[in-house]
């Protein structure tokens, strides 16, 4: 849904759900995910399983939230990427090993 | 901790740096905490980096965005007194500052605490809102200013006020399909506004042609602009597919996958509300704001507000109300007599007056929606972490539920991640509607700590490097284990 107008910053390879994908230094988590084509879900509710995207982008909505680097609803617009980063989509309630 | 801090100040934006900068050049032993990687705060977001080497997106946004490098200058970068990518989860009348910082929480103290966490968009519940597709204006902006990122879906611009103009033509000029731009205001409250308030306006007369200047480009660039747009609903099952709204009578449906709605900003108050700083609701923003004196100094001797956080002036108006607060800090801690502090305050005082009247005029022009009281159907989504219609609120009003607290636990309302911060302002006005009282008498959620997600684990780690009492909030967080389902999966 949304593509660069510049190219300018340094690529970066992040791990979304396993799969290695390229994002910009300096981009947020949400933003990266969002400047893919795939996956086009973003999150799924943990309260009712439907999709959700991110909404404000600026730390309010919670609407971002993702796992990263193993830590659970992490806000996606507030944390810069980093190459290597691991980034699991949270798709529904987590499953709790007990 | 670190006691010695006389002053911490928290957001990097316009408001946040200009304290700071003041603050220090008064001898006060400053820290500047930042949520973001670099300063600049929403209006100047990324000004380092876009000012520099991004010359189509800088012509894009325009002559008031790269105002930002006088405003934010040289406050680049983490050093060890400007701390970047650092989250306030906590703050209290002693003056202590609960932060998340790489992963790990901890506490700092400091003599004051100036809060310049600025504004964020009026959440209006609409039908749809929570569809994938559906983000605010602002959030746009964002990705625009973060990553250079575009729209390549059909996009439907809605709301009203100078940022949802503004950012159309941001996306004009870069070739972006913007399909229409639908205002929630009509057309004749530009007439009323312009006669009441104009003199005013006029005095800011470069500010009041630039908001002229993007009307007209938008009709120049051929996008259509519909007035007076009511009943706005987005339509879509999975995905956004398109907006419904009605101009008087007549029924619109327009197609788009990307629909970004803005109806103007509030003050951010998690903060001031965390810490338990008085707070009035404005009737005429329709929002609540932290009482402050003349100085931005709170019911909290302690603690301090500046910029939009504390009223809504807008980004070139933050460092005066900024340095009003750096200069009431220094006079507390003895660093000017009151005299210098009065002296050096009354040339900021009149360019204030001046950003006020202006103001005055774009809130005629731009009113906050009225619809939200008694005006949301039963079916809309208030609560959009926990998926609570009004009808849901409603019913439990009806029920004899006393106000936002004790809907909170009736219907977990304002109970996911946000904590309220989406839903409260709508709480608080549909309370104000079905009980018909004033929305000051109705109050707010009940704001604790923290503030931010925090892990157990975290917070554990941070607790005992405080010699401090802790709060009787956070000793009942630490007991009862609330934060738990902020940092589990749910």
Redesign the interface.
């Known amino acids: 849904?949304?593509?660069?107008?510049?190219e300018?910053?340094t690529l970066v390879t992040i791990y979304v759900d396993g799969r290695p994908v390229h994002a910009?230094q300096?981009?947020?988590v949400a933003?990266?995910l969002?400047?893919l084509k795939s996956p086009q879900?973003?999150r799924l509710?943990?309260?009712?399983g439907?999709?959700?995207?991110?909404?404000?982008?600026?730390?309010?909505?919670?609407?971002c939230?993702v796992?990263i680097e193993g830590?659970?609803?992490?806000?996606g617009?507030?944390v810069?990427v980093a190459d290597g980063m691991r980034i699991r989509r949270?798709l529904g309630?987590?499953e709790?090993e007990i | 901790m670190s006691p010695e801090l006389d002053l911490i100040v928290v957001g990097g934006g316009a408001a946040g740096v200009t304290a700071t900068r003041r603050a220090r050049a008064l001898g006060l032993k400053t820290l500047l905490l930042d949520e973001q990687a670099t300063p600049g705060g929403n209006a100047y977001r990324n000004i380092d980096h876009n000012s520099g080497s991004e010359p189509r997106l800088t012509a894009a946004l325009g002559a008031a965005y790269l105002a930002g490098r006088d405003v934010i200058g040289e406050c680049s970068g983490t050093n060890a007194d400007n701390w970047s990518n650092v989250q306030v989860w906590h703050l209290d009348q002693s003056g202590m500052v609960g932060i998340l910082r790489d992963g790990r929480a901890e506490f700092l103290q400091a003599r004051r605490v100036l809060v310049a966490t600025g504004a964020m968009e009026r959440p209006v519940p609409i039908p749809g809102w929570t569809l994938p597709g559906v983000m605010t204006v602002g959030a746009c902006q964002t990705l625009l200013k973060s990553s250079a990122l575009v729209p390549t879906a059909p996009t439907l611009m809605a709301g009203r006020g100078p940022l949802l103009l503004l950012t159309a033509c941001q996306l004009l000029a870069l070739g972006v399909p913007v399909r229409a731009v639908v205002m929630s205001t009509p057309w004749w409250q530009y007439l009323a506004a312009g006669l009441r308030e104009l003199p005013a306006a006029v005095r800011m007369s470069r500010s009041l042609a630039e908001g002229l200047g993007w009307l007209a480009r938008l009709r120049r660039g051929g996008i259509p602009v519909y007035d007076g747009a009511e009943s706005l609903s987005v339509i879509g099952s999975d995905q956004a597919t398109g907006l419904e709204f009605r101009t008087g009578r007549r029924l619109h449906r327009l197609d788009g996958n990307l629909i970004l709605l803005h109806e103007g900003i509030v003050p951010d108050t998690s903060l001031t509300m965390a810490s338990d700083c008085d707070q009035e609701w404005d009737e005429q923003q329709l929002c609540w704001r932290p009482k402050t004196d003349p100085w931005g100094r709170t019911s909290a001797a302690t603690i301090f507000v500046a910029g939009d956080g504390a009223r809504i002036l807008g980004a070139a108006a933050a460092p005066l109300s900024a340095a009003l607060a750096a200069l009431a800090i220094a006079c507390d801690l003895g660093r000017i007599s009151t005299q210098e502090r009065d002296r050096r305050a009354r040339p900021l005082r009149t360019e204030l007056a001046r950003h006020q009247r202006f103001r005055r005029f774009l809130d005629a022009l731009y009113p906050p929606p009225r619809t939200i009281r008694g005006g949301i159907a039963d079916s809309t989504i208030i609560c959009r972490c926990e998926g609570v219609t009004a009808g849901d609120l409603r019913q439990v009003i009806r029920l004899g539920c006393l106000g936002p607290n004790q809907a909170k636990s009736f219907t977990r309302c304002g109970m996911g991640p946000c904590q309220g911060r989406m839903c409260g302002l709508a709480v608080t006005e549909i309370f104000a509607s079905e009980c018909n009282r004033e929305p000051q008498a109705v109050g707010y959620f009940r704001i604790r700590p923290p503030v931010k997600p925090l892990t157990l684990e975290q917070f554990a780690g941070a607790a005992p490097m405080s010699d401090a009492p802790l709060s009787r909030d956070m000793v009942m967080l630490a007991a009862n284990g609330n934060s738990s389902r902020l940092m589990t999966s749910e």
Not at chain 1, 1 to 6: A, K, L, T, V
Not at chain 1, 50 to 63: D, F, L
Not at chain 1, 71 to 75: D, P
């Open positions: 849904m949304f593509e660069r107008i510049s300018t910053r910009r300096g981009d947020t933003a990266a969002m400047s879900v973003y509710s943990q309260v009712n439907r999709p959700r995207a991110p909404y404000c982008m600026i730390g309010h909505c919670h609407e939230l796992e830590q659970a609803n992490q806000q617009c507030l810069e949270q309630r987590a709790v």
